[in-house]
């Protein structure tokens, strides 16, 4: 049993590149998160899907695209990436069907560097 | 939307002191509080939750109070021990499908 799985997880972009970063949960949950983590800045959510087939902006969607491919799966896209977004992303999931307010389990996280 | 303070940012003891973090939210609806550690390179684990419905929850040398009237909770760790040592976030949420708003963290460093 994984969990929350990330990949990559250390990544150095150049302005302007574009990448996906790819997430999968073997748990049967139905919502998955993106998180940034910033120094003194806490955990700040970056889009959430509360189930298969729907997404929602969280508290700082600017410059990000998700994609839920499926239950599994949940990848967060930078178009053009900016040094600004140099961060560590965490990835999460909750709930199984017919819960509400559950344990989030996290992903180990991607290190993005944008030079 | 939920808007959730912690402090303080950064807090030293000597092991086996006990230590306390505290957090303040900001809507009423919320109603379930859970506390997450963080060791360095790791994603944010549980460690202990709350509901509304409860005042006080115990596991072991960890234990959380939450206040609905005054709208904060805290978390205490007794007896610490250097592998307390970690970034410990607190968060909020309402009821329903909503998504859980963190504090800004707070760094735990334990001292032998």
């Known amino acids: 049993n994984a969990g929350v799985t990330q990949t990559p997880k250390f990544q150095v972009l150049k302005t302007g590149q574009s990448m996906t970063l790819q997430c999968a949960q073997d748990m049967n949950h139905n919502s998955m998160y993106w998180y940034r983590q910033d120094p003194g800045m806490g955990l700040r959510l970056i889009y959430y899907?509360?189930?298969?087939?729907?997404?929602d902006k969280g508290e700082v969607p600017n410059g990000y695209n998700v994609s839920r491919l499926n239950k599994r799966e949940f990848s967060l896209r930078l178009e053009s990436a900016a040094p600004s977004q140099t961060s560590v992303y965490f990835c999460?999931?909750?709930?199984?069907?017919?819960?509400?307010?559950?344990?989030?389990?996290f992903g180990q996280g991607t290190r993005l560097t944008v030079v | 939307g939920e808007n959730v303070e912690q402090h303080p940012s950064t807090l030293s003891v000597q092991e086996g002191d006990s230590a306390v973090i505290k957090c303040t939210y900001s809507d009423s609806a919320s109603n379930y509080f859970p506390w997450y550690k963080q060791e360095l390179g790791k994603g944010p684990q549980l460690i202990i939750d709350i509901r509304s419905n409860v005042g006080e929850k115990k596991d072991q040398r960890i234990a959380v109070t939450l206040n609905k009237t005054a709208k904060h909770f805290s978390l205490h760790i007794t007896e610490t021990q250097p592998e307390d040592s970690a970034v410990y976030f607190c968060a909020g949420q309402t009821s329903g499908y909503s998504t859980l708003t963190f504090g800004k963290g707070t760094m735990l460093l334990v001292s032998p």
């Open positions: 899907s509360a189930s298969e087939g729907t997404t």
């Open positions: 999460a999931s909750s709930a199984l069907p017919g819960q509400k307010n559950t344990e989030a389990f």
